[in-house]
Nanobody, 128 residues
Framework: QVQLVESGGALVQAGGSLRLSCAASGLTDSTYTVGWFRQVPEKEREFVAA????????RIADSLEGRSIISRDNAKSTVYLQMRSLKPEDTSVYYC?????????????????????WGQGTLVAVSA
């Protein structure tokens, strides 16, 4: 059974930093891209970042470009989203998602429907 568990969400002041983690289980023998999305109430879930299995290809949304780094440690089955210079508009529930790929394919989808598995989310709140 595949499971994704996010952690690292917190209440921070504007300008602060956070590192979110996404720990995967049940995918030990698979290769997969991991994406991060975020959602606030009454709005659609939006793409934040994605990284392919070998980590050589990444994509980051314009809203976080220059303020975020996505990375992964496959030995720990964990993907990280490091965010800095946080703004109140970054307040959201952050979700990670995974989609199976062929090896290290540079597949970096940005649509919700393109992912197979989802975590339950972690809340990031940024105060002004």
């Amino acid at each position: 059974q595949v499971q994704l568990v996010e952690s690292g969400g917190a209440l921070v002041q504007a300008g602060g930093s956070l590192r979110l983690s996404c720990a995967a289980s049940g995918l030990t023998d698979s290769t997969y891209t991991v994406g991060w999305f975020r959602q606030v109430p009454e709005k659609e879930r939006e793409f934040v970042a994605a990284i392919n299995y070998v980590g050589g290809h990444i994509r980051i949304a314009d809203s976080l470009e220059g303020r975020s780094i996505i990375s992964r440690d496959n030995a720990k089955s964990t993907v990280y989203l490091q965010m800095r210079s946080l703004k109140p508009e970054d307040t959201s529930v952050y979700y990670c998602a995974a989609v199976l790929t062929f090896g290290g394919a540079p597949y970096l989808p940005t649509e919700i429907r393109q992912y197979d598995y989802w975590g339950q989310g972690t809340l990031v709140a940024v105060s002004a």
